[in-house]
């Protein structure tokens, strides 16, 4: 929090490198005024970064520009390193190979109660359960850790279990219809609503769209990333969404972002003013 509060007010990027497990701890981490990007493991890697200037600069088109009704500001009686701000988080996990579809998904852990997971399927057939962590009421929490619940190869019984772990989680929950609604062309990826459609061009750069009272979609707004992105996923229950990304050694790099307004978790679209 301290890291986060003295970067929004300051306009400045903290690189904090630390020296991978067992040397050190493993967590090095980028926190800018708006963004911050932590490494996919706590092993030796190299971690590429886009430094972007402050919002109040001018110099970028900032991405998170309301302030969702459920933020306040914090008082004496509780910490005020957390008036931080509006703040994105980047949080990874490496998998092996090439992920080719990727999804949210709602397992009820107990009567009444939901969680949410990641579903992974990758190009040798294996799937993967991604699971975040902190949840609050089910709901991805503020600056949340990325962890592989479970990986299953192509025609075992786990992948099996797995996969019908899925298909009961969804055949439950009920997302909002976004089905009929036609999105850019050239653009693959997914509706945030009804009103904002998130995808990545042939080129890997990540688009935000949104579509007017008219039905028309307006000019999108870049997300600036380092990476290109290569399959991307919404998760519209708690306003955050997917990417991954592909590395030059067969690793599929998936990244959580996530949003938060003075250590309050938000949904993505309740920032933004398009």
């Keep these: 929090d301290g890291f986060s509060h003295m970067c929004n007010a300051r306009g400045i990027t903290w690189i904090r490198c630390d020296l991978p497990f067992p040397q050190g701890m493993g967590s090095t981490q980028i926190i800018g005024p708006e963004y911050t990007q932590r490494v996919c493991s706590n092993e030796s890697q190299a971690l590429s970064a886009l430094l972007l200037p402050p919002p109040s600069s001018s110099a970028h088109i900032p991405l998170l520009i309301n302030v969702p009704a459920a933020s306040r500001e914090r008082g004496a009686r509780t910490k005020t390193e957390q008036n931080c701000g509006a703040r994105c988080t980047m949080s990874s996990v490496p998998l092996n190979g090439q992920v080719v579809a990727m999804h949210f998904f709602f397992p009820a852990d107990t009567t009444g109660s939901k969680t949410t997971k990641m579903f992974a399927s990758l190009a040798d057939g294996s799937v993967t359960v991604i699971q975040a962590s902190p949840l609050v009421s089910g709901r991805i929490g503020v600056s949340p850790l990325l962890s592989i619940e479970k990986t299953a190869a192509s025609g075992t019984s786990t992948a099996q279990e797995i996969q019908a772990e899925v298909d009961a989680a969804q055949a439950v929950f009920k997302e909002p219809n976004v089905s009929d609604l036609c999105g850019p062309t050239a653009v693959s990826g ?42 991307l996923c919404v998760d519209r229950w708690s306003g955050s969404f997917a990417t991954v990304s592909q590395t030059c050694s067969g690793i599929s790099k998936v990244s959580l972002w996530s949003f938060a307004h003075n250590c309050i978790a938000a949904s993505l679209v309740e920032f933004l003013d398009l």
Excluded at 203 to 224: F, N, T, V, Y
């Design 190 to 231: 997914e509706w945030l609503d009804m009103k904002h459609f998130l995808g990545f061009t042939a080129s890997g750069q990540l688009e935000l769209h949104k579509r007017g009272a008219d039905g028309q979609l307006r000019r999108p707004l870049a997300i600036p990333t380092s990476e290109h992105v290569c399959q």
